[in-house]
């Protein structure tokens, strides 16, 4: 049973628009949200995160949300760039005991279009 | 700075045959990784050492997997006997230990597929 769901396997934006990624997760011990963004045949690359006490965070043209009440995040780019294509993978932890391991979702592929 | 590296970057066996993956993390990080990517799904927690112990092996699919850290640098990946199920991509990731949430390196992974 997954605990992160990303339930939009593919979005295709054009250049300049806004690019929305959403998130959805049910384990409320989750504490701590993060996406990643994998490029073909590399590794993921840490992109932004959010702790569970606040409701958004921004960094450049990233910025990420957090509806506590709804399990929900979600990421926006804007403006979006033929560069931010790519898979963006949603993760979440929680502290178990002294152990952090991350859960992430099946990914969203984002399609920038020039 | 040198990332996380992992060898093989590919691998091809048969079914029955035994495979030793290698991770390098970040030197200096106490914190290892190792997670399983297949057919496209979501990126799965393997384990999770802490210097040279096991700090949570709560996703090694079976006993077919052996991981191991010896000295708390690098870590080995074996799986013996591969089954064809074991396919996908072996991510390792490496961070820092501050007791509180660090952000977690990749390495490119190893695809492993077993025929």
């Known amino acids: 049973d997954q605990q992160v769901k990303q339930n939009s396997p593919s979005l295709s934006v054009q250049e300049g628009r806004i690019s929305i990624l959403n998130c959805d997760y049910t384990?409320?011990?989750?504490?701590?949200f993060l996406w990643y963004k994998k490029y073909p045949a590399e590794g993921p690359t840490f992109l932004i995160s959010?702790?569970?006490?606040?409701d958004k965070n921004e960094d450049g043209r990233f910025t990420v949300f957090l509806n506590k009440s709804a399990k929900h995040l979600s990421l926006h780019i804007v403006p979006s760039q033929p560069g931010d294509s790519a898979v963006y993978f949603c993760?979440?932890?929680?502290?178990?005991?002294?152990?952090?391991?991350?859960?992430f979702g099946s990914g969203t592929q984002l399609t920038v279009l020039p | 700075e040198a990332g996380v590296t992992q060898f093989p970057s590919h691998s091809v066996i048969e079914k029955g045959q035994t495979v030793t993956l290698r991770c390098d993390p970040i030197?200096?990080?106490?914190?290892l990784y190792w997670y399983r990517r297949v057919m496209g799904k979501e990126i799965k927690f393997l384990l999770h050492?802490?210097?040279?112990?096991?700090?949570?092996e709560s996703g090694m699919p079976n006993n077919r997997f052996l991981a191991e850290r010896t000295g708390g640098t690098y870590s080995t990946l074996k799986v013996q006997p591969a089954e064809l199920e074991d396919s996908g991509v072996y991510f390792c990731?490496?961070?820092?230990?501050?007791?509180?949430?660090?952000?977690?390196?990749f390495g490119p992974g190893t695809r492993l597929t077993v025929l």
């Open positions: 959010i702790s569970s006490i606040k």
């Open positions: 993760a979440a932890s929680g502290f178990s005991g002294s152990a952090r391991q991350l859960t």
């Open positions: 384990n409320s011990m989750f504490d701590y």
């Open positions: 990731a490496s961070s820092i230990w501050t007791g509180a949430y660090n952000e977690q390196f």
């Open positions: 050492f802490v210097k040279e112990s096991k700090q949570d």
């Open positions: 030197s200096g990080h106490d914190n």
